[in-house]
């Protein structure tokens, strides 16, 4: 009898919230290097979905505006629950 892997899972939705965590780590990089508060913009963005809360500085507001604010509000949820 041969000894078998066990099987690995692939989970879209993981794969989804990591790129919407390195999409938002970028975004709030660029947010520090222009000298806004990224939490407080963010936020800002999140509650309104106005995306002049978002600097263009390094494509940053067209970065976000390609995140679903749902599934962005999803992820952090999840996020958080999970640390």
């Known amino acids: 009898m041969a000894i078998s892997e066990p099987t690995a899972v692939f989970s879209l939705r993981d794969e989804k919230d990591m790129e919407i965590k390195q999409t938002m780590q ?22 309104s979905e106005d995306p002049t809360y978002i600097t263009t500085y390094k494509n940053a507001r067209a970065l976000i505006r390609r995140i679903d604010r749902d599934d ?12």
Do not use: H, M, T
């Open 26 to 47: 970028q975004v709030y990089r660029a947010l520090e290097e222009k000298g806004y508060n990224p939490i407080n913009q963010i936020v800002g963005y999140i509650l």
């Open 72 to 83: 962005l509000l999803q992820a952090l949820v999840r996020d958080y629950i999970r640390n």
